[in-house]
């Protein structure tokens, strides 16, 4: 059974940072394009960053120079390292797996606001 576990959101002032991580289990993790999405409430859900097995990363423009996305293949393990967090950064902030079929997670909540 494939299973993708998000931990690490919470409520951040703007300006900090979190640390988002993507366990995963059921799968040959380091064949996996891994990525970050998030959804803001009314908004559809959008790709943040990707990351493939060969260590490949793409950041959308919102996000670029304040996130970085990385992955640990012994651990199947992907990160999200979210610095300097704004008002807009708040959202439900999903891990998807990409190979032969594709996987998502349950989500975690990151909201930033004073």
């Known amino acids: 059974q494939v299973q993708l576990v998000e931990s690490g959101g919470g409520l951040v002032q703007p300006g900090g940072s979190l640390r988002l991580s993507c366990a995963a289990s059921?799968?040959?993790?380091?064949?996996?394009?891994m990525d970050w999405y998030r959804q803001a409430p009314g908004k559809q859900r959008e790709l943040v960053a990707v990351m493939t097995g060969a260590g490949r990363t793409n950041y959308a423009d919102s996000v670029k120079g304040r996130f970085t996305i990385s992955r640990d293949n012994a651990k199947k393990t992907m990160y999200l390292q979210m610095n300097s967090l704004k008002p807009e950064d708040t959202a439900v902030y999903y891990c998807h797996a990409q190979f032969l079929n594709d996987y998502w997670g349950q989500g975690t909540q990151v909201t930033v606001s004073s």
């Open positions: 059921g799968i040959s993790f380091s064949f996996y394009a």
